[in-house]
């Protein structure tokens, strides 16, 4: 594998200030993709010696096995990658209109199993494979540049209608996933665009829903104001 590889990170504030009333900040990877079974396994075949194997079977038996004795109470440990547990939580409440609201317990007494759910699962990486990881010898570099506070870039709606246009002379529809891809923003700032760009009376765009995915294509009709 490539050594030297590029970690994009992104800049976030933290909501609570420090002792002195300051602002502190943390920092976040931005991921770009993700990779599944089978892609890992195209990897393993393409670009390792080792003999393929049909990872799906594998995870599969694999996540089975951890899902039983995690719920047996015990504490996974796959040497050389890292620990596995179990995280639990308070059950949320549901009010007389059926919405979910946090639960708040001020009395220990009154928590019973019937409360309690599994709320997910807690991985703490072995010593080993963190240094694996950082083998690799990444450079790191901030996506948006220095000084960018948060995921999303920040764009005027000009400059949306502008890129989508040009999006719009090469192919026919645009999605959330694409519109991501493009633009660097978050998920929840992509639904925002997409939302306000297909609304009102005058839509710069036309949503449509296929099989309970929502696409937009630009709107002929269209008239600017």
């Not at 670009?47 to 194997?53: E, G, K, Q, R, S």
């Not at 995690?70 to 007389?96: I, R």
């Not at 708040?104 to 019973?112: C, G, Q």
């Not at 999303?152 to 991501?180: C, G, H, P």
Request: with cysteine; charged share 25%; proline share 4%.
């Amino acid at each position: 594998m490539a050594q030297g590889l590029t970690i994009y990170f992104t800049v976030h504030a933290n909501p609570l200030k420090n002792e002195d009333g300051e602002t502190t900040y943390q920092v976040r990877q931005d991921t770009r993709g993700s990779l599944n079974t089978k892609g890992l396994q195209d990897d393993l075949r393409t670009h390792h010696t080792m003999p393929a194997v049909d990872l799906e079977p594998v995870v599969g038996m694999l996540a089975r096995l951890l899902a039983e004795k995690m719920v047996d109470n015990a504490k996974v440990h796959l040497e050389g990658l890292g620990v596995f547990s179990l995280t639990l939580g308070l059950k949320p409440e549901v009010d007389e209109d059926g919405k979910k609201h946090k639960r708040v317990a001020t009395s220990p007494e009154k928590i019973t199993g019937n409360d309690v759910e599994i709320t997910g699962v807690s991985f703490v990486p072995d010593k080993a494979f963190l240094e694996t990881i950082r083998s690799k010898s990444p450079h790191f570099t901030q996506s948006g540049g220095k000084g960018r506070v948060g995921h999303s870039w920040d764009y005027t709606e000009e400059q949306v209608k502008a890129f989508l246009t040009d999006w719009f002379s090469e192919n026919q529809y645009i999605n959330r996933r694409l519109f991501r891809f493009c633009t660097h923003v978050t998920k929840y700032k992509a639904e925002q665009w997409l939302r306000r760009l297909s609304s009102g009376e005058n839509p710069f765009l036309i949503e449509e829903e296929r099989m309970r995915n929502l696409y937009y294509y630009l709107n002929p009709d269209y008239s600017p104001e």
